[in-house]
């Protein structure tokens, strides 16, 4: 993903690359590719994504979880995401639609203003993992501290990025503690 951090700032390379709609759509052709993945090739993706602990990964239902990823987002959801990798520390602004005249338009300014976390009043939980290759425990604990509407935050020391939904013991480590806190 960090392939396209280069392009966050020139949107039309952006969407001529990876679509001008959604990025890495569902489709019928990728999902019989990903239903019938075996083994390394898919193990391989998925340690891109998650990293190389597979201690709490059922790997048996890997070709279930292909099937339905990736499920794609919106381009400009990624290159907004790149926008913020390449953001100085501490510093996460809004999308910078790549001109000053179009941010004037947008936000009355040349470019995009820097997020207000006081207004993020609604309570707060963050789940936070260990071994999560994608979001540091620092930056997991930086986000939580800027949340004005904090409630508390769960550390999984052996958790990676996607052992939140994939995770063998997530229905009781997480899951349950998803349902204690909506009761």
Not at 77 to 102: C, I, R, T
Not at 133 to 149: A, E, T
Request: glycine share 6%.
């Amino acid at each position: 993903m960090r392939k396209i951090v280069p392009y966050a700032n020139d949107i039309k390379t952006a969407s001529k690359l990876f679509g001008k709609g959604e990025f890495m759509p569902a489709s019928t052709s990728l999902a019989n590719i990903s239903r019938n993945c075996r083994h390394e090739p898919c193990d391989n993706v998925l340690e891109i994504i998650r990293g190389l602990d597979t201690e709490n990964t059922n790997s048996s239902r890997l070709p279930v979880y292909f099937s339905h990823n990736p499920a794609g987002t919106s381009t400009l959801n990624m290159v907004h995401w790149a926008q913020m990798v390449e953001s100085p520390e501490e510093v996460l602004k809004y999308f910078d639609f790549g001109h000053w005249s179009v941010n004037m338009k947008h936000y009355g300014q040349r470019s995009p203003p820097s997020l207000d976390f006081s207004k993020f009043t609604v309570p707060a939980y963050l789940f936070c993992g260990g071994k999560d290759k994608n979001v540091s425990l620092r930056n997991c604990l930086q986000l939580y501290s800027l949340l004005p509407g904090k409630k508390d935050v769960f550390y999984y020391d052996s958790y990676t990025h996607t052992d939140f939904i994939w995770g063998m013991d997530a229905a009781s480590r997480v899951y349950l503690k998803i349902l204690d806190i909506l009761n």
